[in-house]
């Protein structure tokens, strides 16, 4: 059995921000555990930058209006003391990270590089090229190696265990090296897992690793999992894949263009264009090929981002990445020729119900959250591009100090039975999952799941759809008790993995399809074409979905919280 101060899940930036805060501490020690090698996870993705207000490029931002661009941003659905929390500790985050050695970009006047980025008012946002994420990760990851972070590399976490007072302790995780469920001793928990981008398999930007495991574990454990429902579909994802073409194409200057030649987005948002927010630009582009105005058709079908008048110097400097991603899986070089876009899975905005904005803790004593995998509700129904890093840079650092305090104030609880009981019942699943006969086999389960949730609680909604998208998750959920894995093996064992993740995403799709059932409005990502308009008198609340005593799925409400801005109707 091993025993920490503080146990950290999930190796992206907001995790390894975490294990570093906590590593700084003397005289705690803190373990990592991630289910692939920390530097592969999935901020490595993240392209286009970080947001702060740093005033490099626009000496007249101010962290009121970046406060302001991101509550607008959310549809008014985010709680606007966190956003103003965010915003403010957003400058000292990047420029930390650029003095523990993150190559950022640089001014003629070697202050640090800062672009245009959609709903934003001035360029903000922090970036190297196109690879930022890449290099605050591997950034992240020297430093936490630095402060003697314990990796544990391709551990997965299968729950989390509290005490006779319910109390977090310790988890139970399973080692796909060795081929056995080990059990963790610790005071507090920091789950930084990410998104669950993976449920929408059809089209997303998403890596394989992003199947919801934190938010699932988190929700059997009994915490919350809030506005689940906001599910946000970037604008840019390639038009084969789905693989994300970052918004920096957008900030730098490129140009969506239909089938007729058009830059459409003139129609949809006359003053700020492609520049518009990741929602409105997503659906602008979904009604210009529903319209008929897109090239191809179905699934297949797309419109282009033109980056050809920004010159080779511009995309060979600032976009290399996206060029060499577009010449992969499109067959076109963005010198010669437009790439083909269309709308994809991206961001998962709900997640992990976070208590306490100034400490990330959850309503579990014990358990703390930050990154994609937890909701502060900066975000509320849409997120603004470069938001994203800044969340994990910002609150990975915040949630590693709040667990520091509490594993320094608190006694490790007695979790030993729990422990032991859980680790018992996880090797039994293991034998039985992995020598039954018959059942349908997982990835067929998997497979469905991800039609039903594109086709039904996709870009676009309505009651019909999601009711039957959630009748199939039911039955999916009924065929996943009695599936058929088929591999016995220990050692390295990934179809037992797969079937985990899979178990990870079906509870986490009930989730969102519940909160997308209820919300009877469209705010935001969320779309219902049988509610079009934003109903703030109805629906200016968060929406949580518990566990019940029973095993049902409960859910309630909690009002936006509001400091000084009012909802009004968003215009671009």
């Known amino acids: 059995m091993e025993q920490f101060d503080v146990l950290v899940v999930g190796s992206g930036g907001a995790g390894q921000r975490a294990a570093l805060e906590v590593g700084r501490r003397k005289g705690l020690n803190v373990a990592l555990i991630t289910k692939i090698f920390p530097t592969r996870s999935a901020t490595a993705m993240a392209q286009g930058g970080v947001n702060a207000c740093l005033n490099n490029v626009a000496a007249e931002d101010t962290i009121e209006t970046h406060t302001f661009d991101t509550v607008k941003g959310s ?78 590399q391709e551990w997965y976490l299968l729950d989390l265990v509290k005490d006779a007072n319910g109390h977090v302790g310790g988890a139970v995780v399973w080692n796909m090296k060795e081929g056995r469920v080990e059990q963790i001793k610790a005071k507090a928990i920091i789950l930084s897992t990410g998104g669950a981008g993976r449920i929408f398999w059809t089209r997303t930007t998403n890596p394989f690793l992003s199947t919801g495991d934190g938010m699932a574990a988190a929700f059997r454990a009994g915490n919350a999992l809030k506005d689940m429902e906001m599910i946000q579909f970037h604008p840019t994802g390639l038009g ?24 459409f987005m003139k129609k949809y948002a006359p003053n700020k264009m492609e520049l518009a927010s990741r929602d409105v630009v997503a659906k602008a582009i979904e009604d210009e090929i529903a319209a008929g105005r897109g090239f191809g058709s179905g699934l297949n079908a797309y419109v282009v981002a033109d980056l050809r008048h920004l010159g080779p110097e ?67 129904a849409n997120r603004l591009g470069g938001n994203s890093l800044a969340d994990g840079v910002v609150f ?48 067929e389960i998997r497979d469905a799941l991800a039609d039903a949730m594109w086709n039904k609680v996709g870009i676009f909604r309505n009651e019909e759809g999601i009711t039957e998208a959630l009748k199939e998750i039911d039955q999916l959920i ?58 703030d008198e109805r629906y200016l609340k968060h929406s949580l979905i518990k566990l019940g005593a029973n095993g049902e799925y409960e859910l309630t409400e909690r009002d936006v919280v509001f400091t000084k801005y009012e909802p009004q109707e968003r215009k671009y």
């Open 396 to 443: 990975g650092k915040v949630s590693g100090a709040g667990a520091a305090d509490y594993a320094e104030t608190h006694e490790q609880p007695n979790v030993d039975a729990e422990l032991a009981a859980a680790a018992k019942a996880w090797e039994a699943k293991f034998t039985e999952v992995t020598t039954r006969e018959g059942g349908r086999p997982v990835v």
């Open 478 to 535: 009924e065929d996943y008790k009695t599936c058929y894995v088929g591999d016995p093996e220990r050692t390295y064992n990934m179809a037992f993995v797969n079937y985990c993740e899979i178990g990870s995403m079906l509870t986490v799709a009930k989730a969102i399809a519940m909160g997308a059932l209820h919300r009877r409005e469209s705010r935001g990502a969320h779309i219902r074409e049988d509610h079009p308009k934003r109903n």
């Open 314 to 380: 511009v995309i060979i400097e600032k976009l290399h990445g996206i060029r060499d991603l577009a010449m992969c899986f499109e067959h076109c070089d963005p010198l010669v020729q437009p790439v083909p876009i269309r709308p994809t899975c991206h961001y998962t905005m709900g997640g992990i119900d976070v208590v306490d904005y100034k400490t990330c803790a959850c309503e579990l004593p014990g358990l703390f959250s930050s990154g994609e995998a937890s909701c502060i509700s900066i975000h509320g």
């Open 240 to 263: 084969r894949t789905g693989i994300l073409m970052s918004e920096a194409v957008r900030g730098e200057g490129g140009y969506l263009l239909n089938a007729e030649g058009e830059r």
């Open 75 to 152: 549809d008014y659905l985010g709680d606007q003391d966190a956003i103003e929390f965010f915003c403010s500790r957003c400058p000292e985050g990047v420029l930390e990270m650029d003095h523990m050695g993150a190559p950022f970009s640089r001014t003629q006047e070697n202050k640090i590089a800062q672009r245009n980025f959609g709903g934003q008012s001035y360029p903000r946002t922090c970036y190297s090229a196109d690879k930022t994420g890449h290099v605050i990760l591997h950034t992240t990851y020297e430093q936490c190696l630095k402060e003697g972070v314990h990796f544990l």
